[in-house]
């Protein structure tokens, strides 16, 4: 995954996409500002979401945030390894660290999102 | 670190009053005669008290300096509450005894309900719920059954972000879906924001007041026309009623349903675990779903009123934590409607005082006046490397107890400081003296806060470590 290829949201999720398919994860900004993530709990397989719903919550020690889809479409895939062992996302937020994939209903909705470069700037901001 | 009361007592010291069987056993019970060893701690009378030494004075307390636990609201609690609770007038009673015999108690409870309806500008109170997260179960699930009974199909429930944490999680669990309304630079619900999100789809509009932020929202009278306009109602989370006492009675300015934390506002220790009590009051229209039974006065005795039959039911054993009104009872009687209006404004004065002193040395987003809290925040110390956790574990070297942190979320590296009524204006100097002296070190030795707390019984904990594996468990031997 080319992180400068990636989506972002004003919430520190990032997209990575493949065809229709959808990966998504939280920044390295993200999981720096939450600290040691404990917990994470994710929707099952199958449902289907809109963008901008919650789709989980992340638990860390000092902090419970939710996480938003950035995109409309359903859940194909959880990344069971992040549920059980929660530090990766702390460890390695792109790679390892992904939330889950999700099948697009239409990648229109991409162009609200931020763009690597865009993202930076919007850091820069908060 | 302490020692569990069973590892000290190993070396086959005992405790031991209880003598030897000399009765006849009934031969029919020796096969279920115990053989294993009770596992009670083999420790004598002076090493127990020892051990609970050692722990209580380890442990920091309300009895032992400032407590500002910001939404916690730990302050003091008169020493006569408690001796009222504890005579045996009281807790010598049973539950299940017949009214006639617990007049006094029924008594107690009646003016109890009347005395919170005056305070709050309610029509009706229950005290069933025993603890503020119960109340506002209890008051939602009675929005529930209101608009059920209209035939109304309401789905949402909106809840500001300066709310407190437990407002969604009550709303999910009666079943509602909980909408967030982001609140404005101010800090505040802003009225065009909750007119843009409201509908005929609303339930209930739920919010803190004074909010998490400590603020008073200002647009109180609007909101609530707003909600009611939707056919909404509107529940306020009384937990910080510190502030409000004697000043604003929330059933007169349109609040339909409220829950108060008698364990916070009304003295009784708070924060051991227990036991809370957390009475909601609602206006007319809705007395009748409160949970039963309700203690009503006949001429001349008061007596459990079972009906109506709308009533949501029961929601907790027998009438709630009955020991906790009694010194809600007390406190109340014994401050008077006069007294009751100090402990807000004090409460408000020393938070603001405290506002002022700690804002010189740590960034307050959301600017006074404030109620009776306030957030602070050491986003300034960043430059340094320092974060507010290490702020809060350098407090714990200096001999007092840290602030809540992180909370709410609307404020980054957060400080939630409430001073309380009860301290007086040298502790709050000394408290802030502390702050100041804690963000010149974060400056000149910011390892000293990273290495903090160096004089506790314990270190720094691993937090991590102990929210991902956590182990309560005790074993001999092990």
């Known amino acids: 995954m080319e992180i400068e290829e990636c989506f972002f949201t004003k919430e520190h999720e990032w997209v990575s996409v493949d065809g229709d398919v959808a990966t998504i994860g939280i920044s390295e900004y993200a ?17 289907k979401v809109k963008q901008m719903d919650p789709v989980g919550t992340i638990e860390a020690v000092k902090t419970v945030a939710e996480l938003f889809s950035p995109v409309t479409g359903e859940i194909i895939e959880i990344n069971e390894e992040v549920v059980d062992n929660p530090e ?22 991409l162009d609200v999102l931020f763009s690597y470069e865009e993202y930076n700037d919007f850091l820069g901001e908060e | 670190m302490t020692g569990t009361i069973f590892e000290k007592g190993l070396h086959g010291r005992s405790g031991k009053y209880i003598p030897e069987n000399d009765c006849p056993v009934d031969e029919a019970l020796l096969p279920i005669q115990r053989k294993s060893s009770l596992g009670l701690p ?28 910001g939404s916690c609201t730990m302050k003091y609690n008169p020493v006569v509450n408690e001796e009222i609770a504890r005579d045996n007038a009281f807790c010598g009673l049973h539950p299940a005894q017949d009214e006639a015999d617990v007049q006094g108690a029924l008594e107690l409870i009646f003016n109890l ?26 008051g939602i699930m009675i929005a529930r059954d209101y608009f059920r009974e209209r035939g109304e199909d309401r789905k949402f429930v909106i809840v500001p972000d300066s709310a407190h944490g ?12 909980p909408v967030t309304l982001k609140s404005d630079e101010r800090g505040m619900i802003n009225p065009a924001d909750l007119k843009e999100i409201i509908s005929s789809e609303t339930a209930v509009l739920m919010l803190t007041l004074p909010n998490t932020l400590g603020l008073f929202e200002r647009d109180i ?82 007596e459990f009123s079972w009906g109506p039959e709308k009533s949501i039911g029961k929601v907790h054993s027998y009438f709630g934590n ?37 804002g010189r040395f740590y960034d307050v987003k959301y600017p006074g006046p404030c109620m009776h809290e306030f957030v602070a925040s050491a986003v300034n110390l960043k430059k340094h490397g320092v974060s507010t956790l290490d702020v809060a574990k350098r407090l714990l070297d200096y001999g007092v107890h840290a602030p809540t942190v992180y ?28 702050m100041e002296k804690i963000s010149r070190e974060a400056a000149e030795n910011p390892d000293l806060l990273h290495e903090a707390p160096v004089s506790t019984p314990v270190r720094r904990l691993d937090e991590a470590c102990a929210a991902r594996n956590p182990d309560f468990r005790w074993y001999e031997g092990k």
């Open chain 2, 322 to 358: 009955f020991n906790v009104l009694v010194k809600a009872y007390a406190y109340i009687c014994r401050l008077g409607a006069k007294g009751l209006r100090e402990v807000s404004e004090n409460a408000i004065i020393n938070a603001n005082y405290l506002m002022e002193l700690v």
């Open chain 2, 113 to 138: 309900q009347e005395a919170l309806c005056e305070i709050c500008g309610m029509d009706s109170f229950t005290l069933q719920p025993v603890a503020g997260a119960h109340g506002e179960l209890t």
């Open chain 2, 407 to 434: 909370f709410p979320l609307i404020v980054k590296e957060a400080l939630m400081i409430e001073p309380v009524e009860t301290e007086k204006k040298e502790t709050l100097d000394r408290f802030a003296g502390i």
């Open chain 1, 88 to 109: 990766i996302v702390n460890k390695s937020p792109y790679e390892e660290g992904w939330f889950m994939k999700i099948r697009m209903d239409k990648s229109s909705e």
């Open chain 2, 221 to 302: 009278g609007k909101i609530i026309e707003i909600a009611h306009d939707a056919g909404a109602l509107v529940y306020m989370d009384g937990a910080n009623m510190n502030a409000l006492m004697g000043i604003v009675q929330p059933g007169k300015i349109g609040i339909d349903i409220m829950h108060l934390n008698l364990h916070k506002t009304f003295s009784t220790p708070h924060g051991g675990g227990g036991p809370g009590s957390g009475p909601v009051g609602v206006r007319e229209h809705l007395s009748a779903f409160l949970p039963v039974p309700r203690v009503v006065k006949k001429i001349d005795s008061f």
């Open chain 1, 31 to 47: 999981a720096g500002e939450l600290g040691d993530i404990v917990f994470i709990e994710f929707p099952d397989v199958g449902q």
């Open chain 2, 166 to 177: 437990t407002n969604p999680a009550s709303v999910s669990t009666c079943g509602f879906t």
């Open chain 2, 42 to 69: 083999r420790i004598a009378e002076q090493g127990v008290i020892r051990h609970y030494m050692e722990l209580a004075s380890k442990n920091y307390h309300i009895d032992k300096g400032i407590y500002p636990l």
